[in-house]
């Protein structure tokens, strides 16, 4: 393919789905609500990253600390880069304000090792507590009846900031079990806003992702993260 065509393909992805996310606020009732789109870029050049940006794309989402700093570097801050993926308490230290958000918040030793760094550099890091809503072995995140000891917990740590909450849903063509799913977290983010914790905010829901993000934004996601369906399978 041309480098042409490939940007074609991804400006049109980008607007199809900001269509898209546009027509799930309005059969759900939120038309005019913000959605963010988080360009998903883990094993997507910079060259096609480029692209995605002329199309108009502000944030991507990287799971893998070293891409995040190789992109932080050929990138810099024409965008906001999101962590989405599982973080090793050891590899903190690399991404230390590189991040605008970081959606892997799930245990409490990274709490503290966040909370100890952004003291040491004087900074509030923004995170979001990611949530196993469905229990998955495969997958990281707190349980759904873990989540309000777990922020009463960190609440000590006032240099991370709770800005909200993010799921991956199962792999399923199951719609009725996604939409309980994105249900069920809604819901625990309204319970948390109801219970005004001092430094905690549920200003973001992330969950949606190529295969489920009209149904995520039906149940009130406000962040969602798509790779594939803006630039094709991933070659790993
Ligand atoms: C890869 C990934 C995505 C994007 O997945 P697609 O199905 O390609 O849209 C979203 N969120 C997380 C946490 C991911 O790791």
New binding site residues.
């Given amino acids: 393919m041309t480098t042409e065509g490939i940007k074609i393909s991804i400006e049109t992805n980008i607007l199809t789905i900001k269509k898209n996310i546009e027509k799930a606020l309005i059969k759900s009732g939120r038309e005019g609500d913000e959605v963010q789109l ?1 360009a ?1 870029t ?1 094993t997507v050049d910079v060259q096609r990253i480029n692209e995605a940006i002329d199309a108009g794309i502000t944030s991507i ?1 990287e ?1 893998r600390t070293n891409e995040i700093v190789e992109k932080y570097n050929l990138i810099g801050n024409k965008v906001d880069f999101h962590m ?2 599982h973080l090793q308490t050891n590899k903190v230290k690399y991404i230390l304000g590189k991040t605008k958000l970081i ?2 918040l799930d245990r409490l030793s990274l709490a503290k090792e966040l909370d100890k760094r952004s003291k040491n550099n004087d900074i509030i890091t923004d995170v979001l507590l990611q949530v196993n809503v469905a229990e998955e072995e495969s997958k990281f995140g707190l349980r759904l009846d873990e989540v309000l000891y777990f922020i009463e917990d960190i609440l000590e740590f006032t240099n991370i900031r709770v800005r909200g909450l ?1 799921t ?1 849903a199962p792999y399923t063509e199951d719609k009725a079990l996604l939409r309980n799913v994105f249900r069920s977290l809604y819901k625990l983010k309204e319970d948390i806003k109801g219970r005004k914790y001092e430094g905690i905010y549920m200003d973001y829901l992330s969950m949606g ?3 489920d ?1 009209e149904i995520a934004i039906e149940e009130g996601s406000n962040m969602v ?7 094709g399978k ?1 070659n790993y």
């Fill in positions: 988080i998903v883990k989402g799971n989405i993926g959606h892997s993010m991956i992702m190529s295969n993000y993260r798509i790779g594939s369906s803006i630039f991933r």
